[in-house]
């Protein structure tokens, strides 16, 4: 794609960055920004990871060229929102509060230009674990640290032989038969919040799992995340979702295209 302009949508949701680990993707983030541009951009939580930087410093160059480059568009004009997340939770102090263009808060509600009306939202707020047994979520993320390292290796080996980007994590993900019914356990009760807040449809991060689908009378939008599938979410300028993925951009792109997976016993609809 160089030379190629970027490509514009009405509004653009990232999550789960989590810059500041060893495992987010951030060369993989900077070129996706450099040819996908939006009016309106949600940062949906996670995007820093506290929870690692406090156990460790980790934040390289790449992690900063995020930082300016989300900064930069803030700058021409792009009206850009903070969710804050679980581990990014310091940002929650400062609802409200601008930085360089970029306004914090703890949730939001976004209208489409079809006139629907979205709950955004992290959704850590609605994990069990995460709020009422911190310790357990704690042992939890030194458990996904563990997955990220088999991550990495298995990507390593795929790139010696030629193969594409292939997430070993995302696939345990939708295998484990717990974890399956962890994300439909938390896509209930997203949608429940939306009926609650009066609103068409709830957009969120935190399960890293991209994923558009209908529950009755609410869309329910996952933005995926930036360590495992490298996802987002965008709405054209009719007010039509689309998740995209890194690949769509990569010169060394994979001829398989990411394809967010739906859980089995649940109807799905893209958008």
Known sequence: MSGQEPRTFRSMFISDVHLGSKAAKAEFLIDFLRYHDADIIYLVGDIVDGWRLRRSWHWPQSHNDVVQKLLRKARKGASITYIAGNHDEFARQFQGVHFGGIVVADRAIHETADGKRLLVIHGDQFDTVVHNARWLAYLGDHAY?????????????????????????????VKVKKAVNFIGSFQTVLTEEARRSHVDGVICGHIHHAAIENFEDVRYINTGDWVESCTAVVEHFDGRMEILTWAQVLPEAPDEPFIPMLIEGRVGQAA
């Open 145 to 173: 640290d563990a997955a990220m390292i088999v991550n990495r290796v298995v990507t390593r080996l795929r790139q010696l032989l030629g193969l594409p980007y292939w997430s070993f994590s995302s696939w345990a993900k």
